[in-house]
């Protein structure tokens, strides 16, 4: 299973907004429902930003927001903010019952 | 509030096995619809996903990896483990244990984590 391809790094200033991409196949990001996305700050364990695509887990701020065109998902951060400079995973459910994530996207807020 | 905490060695030697204890509290191992994930993240890289194994005794593997790893539970000390055989210093990485419960296809309840370092 290949790991979904994400861009290394992104940037923005604060209260702009940024969108980080996540390229799969149709046999998992364009397959299912069920693509997720993780915040890490260093030294942390990841935190569930969003699940099933676009879903919010309790007290996850509104500014994160997920979608997905095709094989292709994308993590929109609104509003940027200095905490949210972090690293950002994307994963999703594959076809074989597993699980496959990103490279990983930093994001530096300028 | 369910908590995580991974267990074992600090440091294996090339060709060890390795041996991960995923021990739980706030939460019985075995719950319906339960699943527990262990991912791996070497330093400065992104995360692997290793293994699952369901609260009905199904278990899934890492494709690449299938042939090394072994998950299982112990339900009398609340406790899953995974096991990897020979050891390279390609798998030092920090190891987590992440539960999912209610049938979701997400990480949401996270270990601390810890790292496992492959040196002679």
């Known amino acids: 299973q290949s790991a979904l391809i994400q861009p290394a790094s992104v940037s923005g200033s604060p209260g702009q907004s940024i969108t980080i991409s996540c390229a799969g196949t149709s046999s998992d990001v364009g397959g299912y429902d069920y693509v997720s996305w993780y915040q890490q700050h260093p030294g942390e364990a990841p935190k569930l930003l969003i699940y099933d695509v676009s879903k919010w887990p309790s007290g996850v701020s509104t500014r994160f927001s997920g979608s997905r065109s095709g094989n292709t998902a994308s993590l929109t951060i609104s509003g940027l903010q200095a905490e949210d400079e972090a690293d950002y995973y994307c994963?999703?459910?594959?076809?074989?019952?597993?699980?496959?994530f990103g490279g990983g996207t930093k994001l530096t807020v300028l | 509030q369910v908590t995580l905490k991974e267990s074992g060695p600090a440091l294996v030697k090339p060709t060890q096995t390795l041996t991960l204890t995923c021990t739980f509290s706030g939460f019985s191992v075995g719950t319906r619809a339960m699943r527990v994930n262990w991912i791996r993240q070497p330093p400065g890289k992104a995360l692997e996903w290793l293994a699952r194994?369901?609260?009905?005794?199904?278990?899934f593997y890492s494709t690449s990896l299938k042939t090394r790893l072994t998950i299982s539970t112990d339900t009398s000390k609340n406790q899953v483990v995974l096991t990897m055989t020979n050891m390279d210093p390609v798998d030092t990485a920090t190891y987590y244990c992440v539960l999912v419960l209610g049938g979701g296809r997400y990480f949401d309840h996270w270990g601390q984590g810890i790292l496992v370092t492959v040196s002679s």
């Open positions: 194994i369901d609260w009905d005794d199904d278990k």
């Open positions: 994963s999703s459910y594959t076809r074989s019952a597993t699980w496959v």
